[in-house]
């Protein structure tokens, strides 16, 4: 299951998120999209539910759109987990 690590601490302030982990140093500011994203998983939701919810609020026009923000998204979240921001058994492939 997808999770933010128990150790980041985070800031939402507004169009973007800033996400500390003391264990590592890594600091991120994440741009609206990112914190949108950032704040689905807080919330515990699935990666399908998170790339759903975003082809709807960037109203995808087909297929290939809903496909791309599904790649983005699991990319991100893979970026995010190898950063230790994020606690997951997600796969960086499309359709998993």
Do not use: C
Request: glycine share 6%; proline share 3%; aromatic share 8%.
């Amino acid at each position: 299951m997808l999770s933010v690590n128990p150790d980041v601490v985070w800031v939402d302030n507004d169009d973007e998120v800033r996400l500390y982990h003391p264990g590592t140093g890594e600091f991120q500011t994440l741009n609206a999209t990112a914190a949108w994203i950032w704040r689905k998983i807080a919330i515990r939701a699935t990666i399908d539910d998170v790339v759903r919810d975003l082809a709807v609020e960037f109203e995808a026009q087909d297929d290939n759109d809903r496909r791309l923000i599904d790649r983005d998204v699991r990319q991100f979240v893979a970026e995010l987990s190898e950063l230790g921001m994020l606690d997951s058994g997600l796969t960086s492939e499309p359709g998993r």
